[in-house]
């Protein structure tokens, strides 16, 4: 997320110089767009997560079986 907004205010950079800049919406100034670009990092970094956890066999605290006491 601090990605996000450490490089949005490069959105001037965009409006400026990019070769499609005439069918791009400007991104300056554009909070609409900043929220959407939020909203969209952050589920894809939940869902990321969640799949790295899946993958490397992490169980969520809640699932995990209770321990006997007892110390091997």
């Known amino acids: 997320m ?3 907004f450490g490089f949005w205010p490069l959105g001037r950079l965009i409006d400026r110089f ?3 800049r005439a ?3 400007p991104l300056a100034g554009n ?3 900043l929220a959407q ?3 969209r990092h952050l589920l894809f970094g939940l869902a990321l997560g969640a799949l790295e956890a899946r993958i490397n066999g992490r169980i969520p605290s ?3 079986p209770a321990t006997t006491g007892r110390h091997a």
């Open 2 to 4: 601090a990605e996000n």
């Open 18 to 20: 990019h070769p499609a």
């Open 23 to 25: 069918e791009l919406e």
């Open 31 to 33: 909070r609409r767009a």
């Open 37 to 39: 670009a939020t909203w």
């Open 62 to 64: 809640a699932e995990r």
